[in-house]
């Protein structure tokens, strides 16, 4: 037998597969997924590599054929489905066959089980006791401890005897080699959902929701396994919908993912599933540590777990028969990975139910133009829910021209609308939420005299302004001192825009003394349940008054919440990007559906410089549909997705020359093969931070119609990369669509 094996090198050279004959010892042993060891190059150097297939004839002269050295250590064997997911995610998205393992691989390599150990005594209670006696009459205090103990509890937990009742290792092994008591030792596998399972309140469907789950479950049934789109206004209980669809398909011993954009949104998401579903819940996300995501692992392997909830990492769960995959806030960024494979958690989504015989169902209050285009096309199922669950009306939303506030002499981020609103809602005992999208105490350092920006040396961006007086770069980690004069001109008048979430926390103190204020950003919510305490205790009315970036407007349910207040609603509205208007409208009616979702009525204040902007006053409106039709003539005038498909190939080196002539080189054999005019070729250009940590950086946009013209482009450019030397010294990666062209 011999093995297919790729090798553990991210090196585009190596995308290959090797084939290493199976010594006689692991023959029936190995599995595809599998991290085995094996000598590579002509040095043998001892390498590891993962198994993606088997095959009875060799390749070329077995003589030639190296052996498999063994196992890794530790290594875990994953699906040959997990392994099929990661080749359609190289071919769609670009990058090497071992990148696309390494993302789809849910636990690398296998951590050591922590053990559970039990001392169990196996004698009757009368011939215990008859040898308690003799314990006693020997003066074998620890021994008699011992027993007395089991006698009066049969088995106990090691560690509590070992501790409380004071007794050493060998005296436990001297008894057991007796054969008067045993140790029995278990797999302690940790759920880092820590929730007490409430007890569980029937929900009343409104009609809406009941056809939405009827309309998915009679496909279901029927045995069609599709893709839907749940597009709800918010805090019409979409996520009652989708616990209803995943608790019919658990009865049918399948299994379920629900994937949520960020990890903020664990805590209430997981306290609402437990209630339902129990310990059969777990969670799946990079704060958790190694051996904790290598519990999950085994725990789905051992069918503890019939739902996964996590981040995008989380969609590749080795579940054996997945059944269903709920991507919720489907419009969210954060599903588009920005490391090599540049994959969106939707699209591979709904190629992995594709390959499972599972189906998906994507949710948004704001769904992305792609999914609604999709649903336009008849490719998605649209299930609508219009109308909040509890009948609650939507809430009042007021704009405010920030213009006209500075012309009547207001300086303050703050409106004197909202001041005012603020101090009636703390009048009432109610909440308020102030949603700013940034974060940090003080932005950019800049003269006011010269217009000088403090730049990174390295990175070409503006340094960030920090409390303790230093200047940093967020990119490359690079700081210095603040200044206090302007380098170019000598000026005075140098400074930090400060528009950070710790400057209005400070404002909001200064302004409402006796509020109780809490923040939440990065900054706050760096430690491991850093978000589950905030947000537990602005949930426990334990602070009046919220304070955060996009985290705090993002799924979040606070009854009592009556006041949502938009600072700057427009700082997203004209930065260097074709989805900046969709991000705004999305952002805007995230942070209105946060206000009024208990029993009071519920308003918002958006604070804006653009109040005539289509995308500002659609998200006033909660209007999706009169934002979709406007923003797609945009997007078809100006042949961007989802009307076209778009490749982003970015270009980075060290010289800058050699570079920008190694992108024009690019450009010209894309428009070599470019038959038919199926492709539009854009640039090459520097993009808007064009050096990060001395390393030079060009963008190639391609244009096309349909995507597979555009893989096909990605397959020729890879090949022609690899053929020529001049391209050795640059990094090259592909993004399709993307999100961050920064």
Wanted: aromatic share 8%; proline share 4%; glycine share 8%.
């Amino acid at each position: 037998m011999y093995a297919d094996i790729i090798i553990d090198i991210a090196h585009e050279k190596l995308d290959q597969v090797f084939q290493y004959s199976i010594p006689s010892e692991l023959e029936g042993v190995l599995e595809v997924g599998m991290e085995v060891v094996v000598p590579f190059g002509k040095s043998n150097k001892e390498t590891s590599g993962y198994v993606v297939g088997f095959s009875e004839d060799a390749d070329y002269d077995p003589k030639k054929i190296k052996e498999v050295l063994g196992r890794a250590e530790r290594s875990m064997a994953i699906e040959s489905r997990l392994v099929a997911l990661a080749a359609w995610i190289k071919e769609y998205y670009g990058g090497t066959m071992i990148q696309a393992l390494r993302t789809v691989l849910p636990v690398k390599r296998k951590e050591r089980v922590q053990k559970k150990r039990r001392v169990r005594l196996l004698l009757s209670e009368e011939e215990a006791k008859k040898q308690l006696d003799i314990c006693l009459h020997k003066n074998q205090r620890a021994r008699a401890r011992l027993l007395a103990g089991l006698l009066d509890q049969p088995e106990q937990d090691y560690d509590l005897i070992t501790h409380k009742l004071n007794v050493a290792l060998p005296v436990i092994r001297a008894l057991e080699e007796r054969g008067i008591l045993t140790v029995v030792s278990e797999d302690l596998l940790r759920n880092p959902v820590r929730y007490k399972q409430a007890e569980r309140q029937e929900v009343q469907f409104t009609r809406e929701q009941q056809a939405a789950v009827e309309s998915f479950w009679q496909d279901y049934s029927g045995g069609v396994r599709g893709t839907y789109l749940v597009h709800g206004v918010t805090g019409s209980g979409k996520t009652e919908v989708y616990m209803e669809m995943i608790g019919r398909v658990v009865k049918t011993g399948r299994q379920a993912i629900v994937l949520i954009p960020e990890i903020a949104l664990t805590y209430q998401t997981v306290l609402r599933f437990y209630g339902r579903f129990g310990d059969r819940v777990s969670i799946l996300n990079s704060r958790l540590s190694a051996g904790e995501r290598c519990d999950q692992i085994e725990r789905i392997r051992r069918g503890e777990v019939d739902v996964m909830i996590g981040p995008r990492s989380a969609l590749f769960a080795p579940f054996p028969d997945l059944g269903l995959i709920v991507v919720d806030e489907e419009h969210e960024p954060a599903y588009k990975s920005e490391k090599v494979p540049r994959y969106h958690a939707r699209e591979t989504a709904i190629s992995r139910a594709g390959m499972e015989g599972a189906s998906v169902v994507l949710g948004s209050a704001t769904p992305s133009l792609e999914a609604f285009y999709q649903c336009r096309n008849g490719r998605y199922k649209l299930l609508e829910l219009k109308n909040r669950a509890a009948s609650q009306s939507l809430p009042d939303v007021y704009t405010v021209d920030m213009r006209e506030e500075l012309k009547h002499g207001n300086r303050s981020i703050l409106s004197d609308r909202l001041k005012d609103m603020i101090t009636d809602r703390l009048q009432k005992k109610e909440q308020v939420m102030l949603f700013l999208n940034r974060r940090g105490y003080a932005g950019f350092v800049s003269c006011r005299s010269c217009g000088y920006v403090v730049k990174c040396p390295h990175c070409d961006v503006s340094l960030s302004a920090h409390k303790n007086g230093r200047m940093i770069c967020h990119y490359c980690g690079y700081e210095q001192p603040s200044v206090k004069q302007c380098p170019e001109c000598g000026s005075e008048y140098i400074g930090g825009f400060k528009a950070g979430t710790q400057q209005i926390e400070d404002l909001v103190k200064k302004i409402f003394p006796g509020s109780r204020v809490l923040r939440m950003d990065l900054d706050t919510t760096r430690s491991k349940d850093g978000h589950e305490k905030i947000l537990s205790a602005f949930a426990n009315e334990e602070a009046d008054i919220l304070i955060g970036t996009q985290m705090i407007v993002k799924g979040h349910d606070f009854p009592n919440v009556t006041l949502v207040g938009v600072l700057a609603a427009d700082l997203s509205l004209y930065s260097n990007d074709y989805q900046s208007a969709e991000r705004t409208f999305q952002l805007l009616s995230q942070a209105s559906g946060r206000a009024g979702r208990g029993r009071k009525k519920g308003e918002v204040v958006i604070q804006t410089y653009s109040p005539e902007h289509y995308s500002i006053q659609t998200a006033a409106k909660q209007d999706y549909q009169g934002f979709y039709e406007e923003e797609m003539k945009y997007r078809r005038l100006m042949g961007y997705p989802p009307a076209a498909q778009l490749l982003a190939v970015w270009l980075t080196g060290s010289d800058e020359e050699h570079l920008k002539k190694a992108a024009l080189y690019l450009k010209e054999f894309t428009v070599r093969i470019n038959k038919g005019g199926r492709l539009s070729v854009i640039g090459p250009s520097a993009p808007y931070v064009s050096k990060i940590s001395d390393q030079y950086r060009q963008i190639l946009y391609i244009k096309s119609a349909e995507y597979r013209f555009l893989i096909e482009a990605k397959n020729l450019m890879e090949q022609y990369i690899e053929m020529n030397t001049g391209f050795d010294s640059l990094r090259i990666q592909f993004d399709f669509n993307p999100i961050n062209t920064t």
